[in-house]
């Protein structure tokens, strides 16, 4: 693989962008309000079974179009751009039906001659993807005598082999033991952080998207509940948490005549609010002030994106 070129022209900030996207498959709604803009880096699209992962990976594609609403893909009309765009994109399915009885390099070769590569450029290309996901030396063997974890990474190659900007992963940890998905997690951040492709990784994983994405996506009741930036949707949801030395009852009596809640953890105080968290902490430290109270440690509390996602999706 290589690095982009120089003075080749940069993707949007928005590698996707959705507005008021609907989607039906006759009487079924997936989507009834698709918004959200997907900045550049590695993104994790969550969404309980059904909530239309795949169906939105196909209309990224080109593949479907929506019944109404903007959708665009590295600025473009994935539903007008046609192939053009494709070649910009590479895609890793969820299934795992590859032809069986071809070798690994030829096949790999065969779709990077799809996305637009001269024979010769594609034969290398396909060469070092293959290396570069570990199946250098395996690269001849059928794709039908490969283990689970070895036709993932022949998918992956298969992605990132015509050097796309955008690749769409669905589940590419799917039949893996926890050995081969540290592996596969560990070769897709290097994906999109050594060579600037950007990634959006479809997965029902909380964990593993947690461990290797910037940015998410949620995905509910036929619309996104939550998008951004991963560190900035779990910072701050869950209150904060305060340990006060001295001038404690004083300090809790009047956070609550600011509406604030307050719960008693051992020797801290965890706090909640509808306040945002800029204006709860000013909220807390006010308080404190006129007790007198002596503030040790003030900060916010930090979910898990199980959190975040149950609370999205199951409002618990």
């Known amino acids: 693989m290589t690095q982009p070129a120089a003075g080749v022209a940069e993707p949007p900030p928005s590698v996707i962008s959705a507005a008021g996207v609907t989607k039906s498959w006759g009487t079924n709604v997936v989507f009834s309000d698709l918004t959200a803009d997907v900045p550049r880096g590695v993104t994790g699209l969550l969404g309980s079974n059904g909530s239309g992962k795949t169906t939105l990976l196909g209309m990224l594609l080109g593949l479907h179009e929506p019944n109404s609403g ?6 473009e009309d994935p539903a007008q751009a046609g192939g053009d765009l494709r070649q910009r994109i590479g895609y890793s399915p969820e299934h795992h039906n590859l032809p069986p009885d071809i070798a690994a390099h030829d096949l790999v070769r065969h779709v990077a001659v799809i996305h637009g590569l001269p024979k010769r450029e594609a034969t290398t290309r396909s060469s070092d993807a293959l290396w570069l996901v570990g199946l250098g030396e395996e690269r001849a063997r059928p794709v039908g005598t490969m ?46 952080t050594e060579f600037g492709i950007d990634i959006l990784l479809s997965s029902h994983l909380l964990e593993e998207v947690e461990r290797i994405a910037d940015n998410v996506v949620i995905l509910n009741d036929g619309r996104v509940t939550a998008s951004g930036r991963i560190d900035e949707l779990r910072t701050g949801q869950g209150g904060m948490i305060a340990v006060i030395d ?16 307050i719960r008693a953890e051992r020797d801290r105080l965890r706090i909640g609010g509808d306040l945002p968290p800029d204006k709860l902490a000013d909220a807390v430290r006010d308080s404190i002030a006129e007790n007198d109270a002596t503030l040790r440690r003030l900060m916010p509390v930090q979910q898990t994106l199980e959190d975040l996602f149950l609370d999205e999706v199951y409002g618990e």
């Open 70 to 75: 903007a959708l665009t893909v590295l600025g």
């Open 147 to 192: 283990s689970t974890g070895q036709r993932q990474r022949v998918k992956l190659a298969l992605a990132i082999a015509h050097d796309p900007a955008l690749i769409l992963l669905d589940e590419p940890t799917d039949g893996l033991d926890p050995v081969q998905r540290d592996g596969m997690l560990e070769l897709i951040r290097r994906i999109g």
């Open 246 to 261: 001295n001038g404690v009852e004083g300090a809790i009596a009047s956070m609550e005549r600011r509406g604030l809640v």
